[in-house]
């Protein structure tokens, strides 16, 4: 089965950047929709960017202009560029699939300081 490790996240103060990876164990990037997405403490988790099969790419409003998703099909791993970052962006992210049930992975924890 598939498995999903994140890593690159840390503690940055606001404005600073992070790029986060995201690593799979299988060739999954070149045949799946994937995303980012990001849970606050007592929220609910949330897609915050996506990347389609076809290299297409969408945001949540709140990271627009700030977070650049991509991808390298080659090294079986999924990047999220974060720059600018706010205070509410503080979460754990996860990548996983959009259309497909691959067991979450253990996250990888964002802290932003003001």
């Known amino acids: 089965q598939v498995q999903l490790v994140e890593s690159g996240g840390g503690s940055v103060q606001a404005g600073g950047s992070l790029r986060l990876s995201c690593a799979a164990s299988?060739?999954?990037?070149?045949?799946?929709?994937m995303g980012w997405y990001r849970q606050a403490p007592g929220k609910q988790r949330e897609l915050v960017a996506s990347?389609?099969?076809?290299?297409?790419?969408n945001y949540v409003d709140s990271v627009k202009g700030r977070f650049t998703i991509s991808r390298d099909n080659a090294k079986n791993t999924m990047y999220l560029q974060m720059s600018s970052l706010k205070p509410e962006d503080t979460a754990v992210y996860y990548c996983?699939?959009?259309?497909?049930?691959?067991?979450w992975g253990q996250g990888t924890q964002v802290t932003v300081s003001s």
């Open positions: 990347i389609m099969i076809v290299g297409s790419t």
């Open positions: 996983n699939a959009l259309f497909r049930k691959i067991p």
């Open positions: 299988g060739s999954i990037f070149s045949t799946n929709s």
